[in-house]
């Protein structure tokens, strides 16, 4: 059974930061892109950062709107992807996924539950 376990979401004060944590089971990890995408109430869900499979460099992806403010990272050994986000803003405030995609000719694809992060003073 596949599991994408996100934490590390709550309240943050405006330019505070926050880390989100995503450990993933039941999928062979390192050959998985690994994303973070974000949902706002009204909005559609968009992609927030990903870093690719370990076979294709590992490679980082980010939202113009999170660029030099976030930073996405993994580690294979432990099946976990982070997203350390730093000068967080309100409009940042969002529900959080954490998203496995496989792109190697087999195509599958897995979402966590979601964690709420609210920047607000």
């Known amino acids: 059974q596949v599991q994408l376990v996100e934490s590390g979401g709550g309240l943050v004060q405006p330019g505070g930061p926050l880390r989100l944590s995503c450990v993933a089971s039941?999928?062979?990890?390192?050959?998985?892109?690994m994303g973070w995408y974000r949902q706002a109430p009204g909005k559609q869900r968009e992609l927030v950062a990903e870093?690719?499979?370990?076979?294709?460099?590992?490679?980082?992806k980010y939202a113009d709107s999170v660029k030099g403010r976030f930073t996405i990272s993994r580690d294979n050994a432990k099946n976990t992807v982070v997203l350390q986000m730093n000068s967080l803003k309100p409009e940042d405030t969002a529900v959080y996924y954490c998203?496995?995609?496989?792109?190697?000719?087999?195509?599958?694809?897995?979402w966590g539950q979601g964690t709420q992060v609210t920047v607000s003073s």
């Open positions: 870093i690719a499979e370990m076979n294709s460099g590992g490679f980082t």
């Open positions: 039941g999928i062979t990890f390192r050959v998985y892109a």
């Open positions: 998203n496995a995609d496989r792109r190697d000719g087999v195509s599958l694809n897995f």
